[in-house]
């Protein structure tokens, strides 16, 4: 049910002492032969980028898309940290390199954390050896513990494909974090696939899941999601592999949208009838973004009014004059006015955990999801103080 | 020190019934001779547009901009409210055309409240004539206080140029209301202007002033900005126009931000050394609209990691390694890493009312200023429902 599900991967997870709880802090998945094997990334496309995801990208580019493992830490992000934070991330993938006998370039890093304060490199690198010795096959679940910071439950998936299998772990979801931030996720298979081909797949993947969720509008300095195949099940039909990777990003990407800082509400904003998918896709991700709406939904209030006014100010091509709008498959507004309809059905609707608004602009065949979630007197709780 | 301060105007606000709670709901600001004067107007870029924008628009587009009053309703947005909203505000501008003599397309119209609620419209009519019966010299503050929502104090200014003086009402900040919405102003002069020296004038006073200032980065169906000049006190010199305008809307927008819903602390970002203008007010609004920011400011928390998170991610040009970033001119950040500073003083800084975060990217001469404010539970509880 996790990273070590697929043939041909160990993990494992412990407490090094970056966290001051004692709670598990480093994390190490890796190829349970210490041979390398076809890996792929897609990193945060912030400019303010993180020493790991810098080093990470190199090594998986020396290599030409190959890797043994990947070592995860958190509680600190080794973001904005400089020249410093670039030897730190460099010396991390050398001791994983030195425990497992392959080269530092076939070691990828990340971290997740606070920003701006110098990794605690000496505590890190005490972790590494431990960490080593406890590789097993079945330590996918220790690995999801070890990558937590204000999530409240690990996250793993397993998909079955046809003959091969897909497995992950992931933490957090986008900048919610309050003192820890970032997305992180790495998937494993045994199907085996040229890296060109991996990278394909987990492009495909992300960008309908992972890059189709927004919790505050916020992108990380660390965002990283890797995708290892250990090839241990053989040749595998391409699209399956496709659609494999897809699913297992979806489940994961819902996961951490329900385990959302403070969020008591799932929504999803589902825009139909767009003149293109980009406008669809935008207008989506601008209510999704949208204050107003997300203290609207916590309050579970269907005032569609704010709904329509996000749209409008999205930039998306837009008739008011046509727009539909339905809560739960209640539709409140036709035409771009207020429509009759049944306000018990929309209460309970609105009282539920998981929302699904649609909005039809009427003008096309375009269409748009975003996942996302209420805005809660608890996120502003936990995002007041790094303390 | 209001509206009604500038030779040649009138104005009153009275209870009509649109609010429930028996508050002013109904404002006007005419010519003191009922005829008509040279008027500009800048309104919202919202496709969503609702009808008095339309209304208010097309009217000054007829008169090829001169107007006799503006009439401003409180309570309810007559927004996606289709064919019936275009004929409502057409109906209340040739209701107060009929008490002022003059003609509908000489009176422009307002609107701020829910939105996708037909506007009570006979409730409104009953209003107009009490209302222009109570127009007078001194009405200014009075109709300040009719369009408030969730206002909690009346938003009026006063600049005196060399000769000539410029007077103004506002309400609201941006999309920050709950129930109503929506950013007005009904500013006034007594210079004489044409038609095209005012609108470019007014244009160039909102784009530094309210549009250089963000709450929860919507952008309101109704938001309109009015400036009337009677010529009362004859030419005038252009450029102390421009200053003059600019500096009432500036003080305005202040005033707007300052009372923004549940706001704790006014706080200018402003970025420097960018590689452009645009870069920097893209990069200024990113910081100004992002949740992870307005929390930590509202907890007193300088960190600065945020910061150069958003400012990565907001697609401006950025040198991680350049950036330099200080809080009420306490240097917390220097070449992208943290920089050794006085903690009292950085503490002392964080918990004043107004807070000044300038960050530099190293990178050219573009400079830009975002103003806004915290988000804190208050914010949350008063947009959490419509009722």
């Given at each position: 049910?996790?990273?070590?599900?697929?043939?041909?991967?160990?993990?494992?997870?412990?407490?090094?002492?970056i966290k001051a709880s004692g709670d598990p802090d480093l994390a190490l998945v890796a190829t349970a032969d210490r041979h390398p094997v076809a890996a792929a990334g897609v990193f945060t496309t912030n400019k303010a980028t993180a020493a790991p995801v810098l080093t990470t990208r190199r090594h998986l580019e020396t290599t030409g898309g190959y890797a043994v493992a990947v070592i995860l830490n958190s509680g600190n992000a080794?973001?904005?940290?400089?020249?410093?934070?670039?030897?730190?991330?460099?010396?991390?993938?050398?001791?994983v390199a030195d425990e497992l006998g392959c080269t530092a370039d076939d070691v990828l890093v990340c971290s997740t954390g606070l920003i701006g304060i110098p990794l605690p490199i000496d505590t890190l690198l005490s972790g590494v050896a431990p960490l080593a010795a406890a590789l097993n096959d079945e330590g996918g679940t220790s690995a999801a513990e070890a990558?937590?910071?204000?999530?409240?439950?690990?996250?793993?998936?397993?998909?079955?494909?046809?003959?091969?299998?897909v497995g992950g772990i992931a933490k957090g979801a986008a900048m919610l974090a309050p003192n820890m931030a970032t997305m992180l996720a790495v998937l494993t298979t045994d199907a085996e696939a040229q890296p060109g081909v991996l990278q394909a797949a987990l492009r495909a993947g992300v960008a309908d899941s992972f890059?189709?969720?927004?919790?505050?509008?916020?992108?990380?300095?660390?965002?990283?999601?890797?995708?290892?195949?250990?090839?241990?099940?053989?040749?595998?039909?391409?699209a399956a592999l496709f659609e494999a990777v897809a699913d297992?990003?979806?489940?994961?990407?819902?996961?951490?949208?329900?385990?959302?800082?403070?969020?008591?509400?799932?929504v999803e904003v589902r825009i139909t009838g767009a003149a293109s998918d980009e406008d669809a896709q935008r207008a989506a991700r601008r209510v999704a973004d949208s204050n107003l709406c997300k203290c609207s939904w916590y309050g579970q209030d269907p005032y569609w009014g704010r709904i329509v006014s996000e749209i409008g100010s999205s930039g998306a091509e837009f008739d008011p004059d046509k727009v539909k709008v339905s809560?739960?498959?209640?539709?409140?507004?036709?035409?771009?006015?207020?429509?009759?309809?049944?306000?018990?059905?929309?209460?309970?609707?609105?009282?539920?955990?998981?929302?699904?608004?649609?909005?039809?602009?009427?003008?096309g065949k375009g269409e748009g999801i975003i996942l996302t979630n209420d805005l809660t007197h608890a996120y502003i709780d936990e995002n007041m103080g790094t303390s």
């Open positions: 049910m996790t990273v070590t599900t697929p043939q041909g991967f160990v993990a494992a997870g412990v407490h090094c002492g080794n973001a904005a940290t400089g020249a410093a934070g670039l030897a730190d991330a460099e010396q991390t993938c050398q001791a990558i937590m910071t204000t999530d409240t439950v690990a996250k793993e998936v397993v998909v079955e494909g046809d003959g091969f299998t890059n189709a969720m927004s919790v505050d509008g916020c992108t990380s300095t660390n965002d990283t999601v890797l995708l290892f195949a250990s090839g241990a099940a053989g040749p595998v039909d391409e297992a990003c979806a489940d994961l990407a819902r996961q951490m949208v329900g385990d959302a800082e403070g969020a008591t509400k799932v809560y739960g498959g209640v539709t409140v507004c036709r035409k771009g006015v207020a429509s009759m309809h049944d306000a018990n059905a929309l209460g309970e609707v609105m009282a539920a955990p998981y929302i699904e608004i649609v909005a039809d602009l009427g003008l």
